[in-house]
């Protein structure tokens, strides 16, 4: 947990400001789409290690995988760096706030009963050998990709003067 903090903290810092001038905010948050199913299958590929016996290949593998997978916490400051660009006042960006926070609120006070709920499913029946919640996870993460692709221009985050050096 705290290698996955200290990562998220030096993305943030470090690695997310560079990549939001060259990319733009659409491109973070693509980025982080496309990583976040990768992140998730190295994860359920850490217990197939662990159940295989294979103690040294997880050692070596999950902390580069969550020390890289935790980048994707970027999403979160891209989506609100969309949501400010997106605005036409601060009274639309006060309400686009009070909306992401109320659907963010309602999913936390669901998703971890409905996640519980389908791992303990796929362990208790053997569902893809227990693996069943991290399907489900990395099918829900792929789903994040297919609507980037509509992203508003205004929600890009493109600097003008980046826009005029490419």
């Not at 998220?8 to 990319?23: G, M, T």
Request: aromatic residues 10%; hydrophobic residues 55%.
């Amino acid at each position: 947990m705290a290698l996955g903090g200290f990562s998220q903290s030096i993305w943030l810092l470090l690695a997310f400001p560079p990549l939001q001038h060259r990319f733009g905010t659409g491109g973070v948050l693509r980025g982080c789409a496309v990583v976040w199913p990768i992140m998730f299958f190295t994860v359920a590929l850490g217990n197939v290690f662990l159940r295989q016996g294979w103690n040294i290949t997880f050692w070596i593998v999950v902390p580069i995988s969550l020390s890289v997978g935790s980048g994707v916490a970027m999403a979160f400051t891209a989506v609100q760096l969309a949501l400010n660009d997106i605005a036409p006042s601060p009274s639309t960006l006060g309400r686009l706030n009070a909306l992401a926070l109320t659907l963010s609120s309602g999913i936390r006070a669901v998703a971890p009963a409905a996640f519980a709920s389908i791992f303990a499913t796929g362990a208790r029946t053997q569902i893809l050998d227990g693996y069943l919640v991290w399907l489900v996870l990395i099918m829900l993460a792929f789903a994040l990709i297919p609507p980037l692709r509509w992203l508003p221009e205004k929600a890009e985050g493109r600097l003008k003067h980046a826009e005029n050096s490419d």
